[in-house]
């Protein structure tokens, strides 16, 4: 047994001075060490003056394995989130060989199995046809784009007829990427079908509102949340991403919702900075969200417990993730542990991803993931991998 001690861990939506007991992969349980779990403990982790939240999850990354192994692999990705105390990332289907079928889907799996380090689940896409494949792949949520993205020019779904289609065959979760007045468009679908769907990387507070007044749930990517077309001066070419950037304006107005929005998710999209250069869209994201937040969060700008439950509950909530996500007897020991106080300056050639770059480079942040736990296993210590990592 492992015990986590000294630390304050979020427990129930608020943070409480006790310990972690840990068996295997999973947790115990959690109270006070009394002299006889001492003599029972293999191992004592001391989390002094740290917060112990539960492994992050995000909903929304571009591993781009296999196909575009140059900007990222299931290695290089899941170091980087495990880095920034993400121990579940949901990869997205518009590989160059889209996931969109069953063998598709299978070869994403064993890749995954060999070369991962956290736990990598998947989106499958829907196209204008393949409703048998998603049928025989029964995946836990479908991606539907209704948007000519990156890499997603054959997956993109503009008849209100499929898109019903794909509804009504689906009970599970659908994740939309839903421009402008595709919006409103797709959740009044959802509405027409009793649907649930899930919208990706919302930019403004308009589109938030959507989502909640239809009874959706949404997702809100961090450079929504901290860059604007006024950032576009510095970033220059880099600066392209879909959804793209808005207004400081707009900006400013999308933090009037923080209480609408219901998860944080990355959208973790490589690419090199040639490509960049020559337009490419997406943004890394996976060793900064959690900073970016507790910066806010030392800057008095948010609440810790949100940051925690957009975080880790809501994403396991959304799409139904049994056993993570919250730090519970029976749940998998994934943990991140928080310096609140840390400081450090992002630098693209110092991250995990393959593509070294950051569309915050050079910003000072407060506040970092420190230590990461992966299964009971401790992965990731202040900037180096232990063991076999
Ligand atoms: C993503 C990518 O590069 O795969 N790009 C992006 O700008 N967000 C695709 C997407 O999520 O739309
Ligand atoms: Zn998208
Ligand atoms: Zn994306």
Redesign the pocket.
Known sequence: MKIITNGKIFFKNQFIEEDIFIEKDRILGIGHTQKHDLRMATEIIDAKGLLVLPGLIDV???LRDPGQTYKEDFTSGTRAALAGGITTVMD?P?NTKPTVTLDRLEEKEEWAAEKALCDVRFHFGCTNNNFNEIKQANPNSLKLYMFK??QAQDLCITDEKIIEKHMLNFNKKIVV?AEDNDVEKVCSIAQKCKRKIHL??TPTRKQIDITKRTGNTNEVAPHHLFLSTKDQEQLGKLSGV?PHLRTEEERKDLWNKLDDIDCIAT???PHTLEEKRAGAA?FPGLETSLSLMLDAYNKRLMNINWIAGRMSENPAKIFNLPHIGRIESGYYANLAFIDLKKEWVVKGNELETKCKWSPFEGKLLKGKNVRTMYKGKLVYENGEFIDAY
């Open positions: 929304h990354v571009h997205m518009n993205t990156t990427h990706a990387h879909h959208d973790h999209a997406g």
